[in-house]
């Protein structure tokens, strides 16, 4: 039967490893959309870099050798939803890492309002209360495409069906929420107040215990 895939790392990671601005975005973005790690974040930055490398590969061609090629790739990131109508080249050099992440199956699941926000919505995914046409799909990062948005819904058997259940009623006070504010004003991540936090404390000194040399000799002469 043959030896097993060996499975490839999916992402490459940056290359200046200590960036206090990139450890901010990295964070804000993290926080925005409820991802779990850099991991993550990084295999999408890596997908988002390959779809721009193949547009400028394209765009050094002449029209007649790339208008195949073009096509597909345009027509590939309108499906999902990244890029809008009459799309181009010059568009997927223009995107960002937001058009992505706003495709991923965890945000479309809060933004039709399924989930109160975005952590409840990874954790409604990866328990198996999601589905794509009656079947189950519980993995957060996937792209869905616009034509599979219309058909997410709960699974027959999910407890979520119930219109009186809590998390139902705090989905529904989200997406009102949502609408009212915004998505960043739903669910930002605020990290303006770090300066505002207590000053750590250092630890008390460690005092050492008192021996019998210190004392002196037990029972010995109170006149001496």
Do not use: C
């Not at 804000?28 to 997908?47: A, C, D, P, S």
């Not at 009186?164 to 303006?192: L, N, Q, W």
């Not at 207590?198 to 021996?211: G, I, L, M, N, S």
């Amino acid at each position: 039967m043959g030896d097993p895939r060996k499975q490839k790392k999916k992402y490459v990671a940056p290359k200046k490893p200590f960036d206090s601005d990139r450890f901010e975005q990295e964070l804000q973005m993290i926080g925005v959309y409820g991802l779990r790690n850099k991991r993550e974040l990084w295999t999408h930055r890596t997908e988002l870099s390959n779809y721009r490398r193949q547009a400028r590969n394209l765009l050094a061609l002449p029209i007649s050798e790339r208008e195949q090629n073009e096509r597909e790739l345009v027509n590939k990131l309108a499906r999902l939803g990244i890029l809008t109508t009459d799309p181009t080249l010059d568009h997927v050099l223009d995107l960002t890492m937001e058009n992505l992440l706003e495709r991923r199956l965890q945000t479309v699941v809060f933004r039709k309002g399924l989930a109160s926000s975005m952590h409840h919505a990874r954790q409604i995914v990866t328990h198996g209360h999601v589905a794509l046409d009656a079947a189950r799909v519980n993995t957060p990062q996937r792209l869905i495409t616009v034509a599979e948005e219309d058909r997410l819904q709960y699974t027959p058997k999910s407890a979520l069906n119930d219109a009186s259940h809590p998390a139902r009623i705090a989905a529904s006070d989200a997406a009102r929420r949502v609408s009212a504010e915004g998505f960043e004003g739903s669910d930002k991540f605020d990290r303006s107040d770090r300066s505002e936090r207590p000053a750590r404390q250092d630890k008390p000194e460690k005092t050492e215990p008192v021996t019998n040399e210190a004392i002196g000799p037990v029972g010995g002469d109170v006149n001496e």
